[in-house]
């Protein structure tokens, strides 16, 4: 379980002794420093839930401490002690923001309660944090919707990977929503009490990945000013998402392969073995099995991470869930952006469907929200979608066998036109007819410059 | 073969002490002996409080160890304090040998009630045992009826039991076993 983290300020050591090992009994993390400064030093540097911060000290005295952490750590409650209580001093430490004001020495009854109440609080505003960000996430959650075949198969097999403990390689085009599938899995599982941390391996510049993975102590490195805690670590008990794990240096696939394997791992610049209690799921876009052969990814990795494996369909494989997709989206977006909707217009909905969606699910998601705030009707129509995708729809416009010649030649022309920026020579060029027919053409078909 | 002592600092009853002694045997796979040193803490003395510094009587237990002590309770009836605390009913070292029970503050006559051996007894076993489980390691624990839940007044002694909870019992065998037949 995590402890909570309390820094003692006093000068008279006896006084940070004393107040340590009875702190240390009631199982709280405790670090003592003597001064002022040392305390900022530490408080810039780590994460703690309370400091309890002598009045009286010789470098800096214990309301400028109070004064400089509410600057730089606001939510830092702190406790002003003092051997020698006057109103005054009690009434300057409350209006600078100490968070309680105790006499030394402690009534244990009294010191215990503030104690307690402070780490509550520290723990129920960190709690209320992570919930928001969860609640965020399960926002997200949502968008893992569809009910074609291929879907439905990734679904259920979310659903039955999710209790086990077992490692999970997700594979699939970019953008198909392997982090919701992870999040997923994850949230169904008997971790979700604990954190979900991500790493994009592929977006972290390799010189940083060790760092980032497996943390370092204080000086590993040049610029290491303080012991940081790796995505492994902060995982402990909860899920790591290895994300683009094709893109991780040899060097690097050695190091996780280690920790895979043991459980266990040492900060970069640390000597101590750390075990965690992760799970581990990892993503790719990229072709494992070419890059073994190639020798840019280690086969004994590749079968620690493939234990089982989701494959994501592309969103053109399941065309019948664009539809439901499209219009979960212009919900979200609607909500969002306060604009109300009917729907999209019929030749909207088939463009969605026709497009390949090379971008997938993602791509998808951004021409809604292009769409959403771009159009002023309450429906969406074609030319409110970005305008590649209008721009191809009138290409597949000039295919679809359903057109008149007269409707082809038409879409052909507008399309030309514009790619041309309207300038009549060279449309008139390129479509091998003479400037005179071309006028002719925009004049029967009404083509305006916009 | 290791012993836990219980050694006197200053006067102390020997009927209360021979009932510790005999309880403690129950509950810990160790032998408990008895140690008795008469002599007034002087040493450890805080003239401003009129109290006595329970670190300070640490600190010289511990240099007086036996050798086949696994742990040891020094009991007095002199109140303790710590320079942070108005009182304690007990200290001891996390992790460590040494602890310490005053018996002050565990009379009924400190409350202005009628004297009470046996409910004097049953509290300095509590303490006692409280303050070995910070020796073997442990830390307070959550549970209200745990003896190494937190006391800060003699009602919160009274309302636990003279045992650990599983979870910290668990651990006392544990960190036992570990130190001593590891």
């Known amino acids: 379980m995590h402890k909570s983290k309390i820094l003692v300020v006093d000068d008279e050591e006896i006084m940070r002794c004393s107040l340590s090992d009875w702190l240390k009994e009631d199982g709280y993390d405790v670090l003592a420093v003597e001064d002022g400064y040392q305390a900022l030093e530490k408080i810039k540097k780590e994460e703690w839930d309370l400091a309890i911060v002598d009045l009286k000290m010789p470098k800096m005295d214990g309301i400028e401490v109070l004064k400089r952490v509410n600057k730089s750590k606001p939510g830092l409650p702190v406790i002003i002690i003092t051997a020698y209580a006057t109103v005054d001093s009690a009434v300057m430490a409350i209006k600078e923001g100490a968070a309680d004001y105790v006499v030394k020495p402690f009534n244990p009854e009294e010191i215990s309660r503030v104690v307690a109440r402070l780490v509550e609080h520290q723990r129920l505003i960190k709690d209320n944090i992570h919930l928001r960000k969860e609640l965020t996430k399960r926002f997200k959650f949502q968008d893992l919707v569809g009910k074609s075949s291929n879907m439905l198969k990734v679904i259920e097999m979310i659903k039955t990977v999710a209790p086990t403990n077992s490692t999970v390689l997700i594979r699939g085009e970019s953008g198909t929503g392997k ?25 972290i510049p390799e010189s940083l990945l060790e760092a980032e993975l497996f943390g370092y102590e204080k000086g590993a490195f040049t ?134 969606w090379p971008g997938n699910i993602r791509q998808l998601e951004n021409s809604i929200e292009h769409a959403v705030v771009v159009a002023n009707e309450p429906e969406i129509h074609t030319k409110f979608l970005p305008q590649m995708l209008v721009t191809l729809e009138t290409q597949r416009y000039e295919t679809k066998p359903y057109l008149s010649l007269e409707e082809v030649e038409k879409n ?25 027919t071309l006028y002719n053409k925009i004049k029967k078909y009404q083509f305006r410059k916009k | ?28 796979p160790f032998q408990s002996k008895l140690i008795v040193d008469e002599e007034n803490p002087l040493f450890a003395f805080e003239p401003k409080r009129d109290q006595y510094y329970a670190k300070k009587m640490i600190e010289k237990l511990a ?62 076993l509590k303490e006692c045992i409280h303050e070995l489980g910070h020796c073997y390691g442990l830390f307070h624990c959550n549970n209200s009826k745990c003896v190494m839940c937190f006391s800060n007044s003699i009602i919160s002694i009274d309302n636990k039991k003279k045992n650990f909870c599983v979870g910290c019992k668990e651990f006392v065998d544990k960190t036992i076993r570990k130190e001593n037949y590891a």
């Open chain 1, 179 to 203: 982090e919701l599938v992870a999040r997923a899995i994850h949230e169904l599982g008997p971790r979700k009490k604990f954190p979900l941390i991500a790493a994009a391996c592929g977006a």
């Open chain 1, 223 to 356: 610029g290491a000013v303080s012991q940081h805690k790796g995505r492994i670590e902060m995982a402990d008990n909860g899920t790591l998402f290895l994300d683009e794990i094709g893109d991780i240096s040899l060097k690097t696939q050695v190091d996780l392969l280690r920790f895979i394997q043991e459980r266990e791992f040492r900060r970069v610049g640390g000597n101590t073995p750390i075990k965690v209690d992760i799970r581990i799921i990892a993503a790719t876009n990229k072709h494992l099995e070419k890059m073994i052969a190639k020798g840019e990814f280690r086969e004994d990795l590749y079968y620690r991470l493939n234990v089982i494996t989701i494959e994501i369909p592309s969103l053109r494989e399941r065309r019948e869930d664009i539809p439901i997709l499209a219009e979960h989206f212009l919900e979200k977006f609607s909500l969002s952006t306060g604009k109300t909707f009917h729907g999209f217009s019929e030749q909207t909905m088939q463009v969605l469907v026709d497009y390949d």
């Open chain 1, 412 to 436: 052909h022309i507008l399309t030309v036109l514009k790619t041309q920026n309207w300038n009549i020579k060279k449309t008139a060029d390129f479509l091998g007819i003479n400037r005179v």
């Open chain 2, 1 to 28: 073969m290791k012993y836990i002592y219980l050694k006197t600092i200053g006067l102390v009853k020997p009927t209360i002490l021979e009932n510790l002694v005999k309880s403690l045997d129950m509950l810990f």
């Open chain 2, 63 to 124: 240099g007086e160890l036996p050798l086949d002590c696994e742990k040891l309770v020094g009991i007095t009836d002199v109140d303790l304090c710590t320079p942070v605390l108005t009182f304690v009913y007990g200290e001891a070292q996390l992790s460590g040998n040494v602890a310490v029970v005053s018996l002050n503050r565990l009379r009924q006559e400190f409350y202005y009630l009628p004297h009470n051996d046996a409910l004097l007894v049953e509290r300095l």
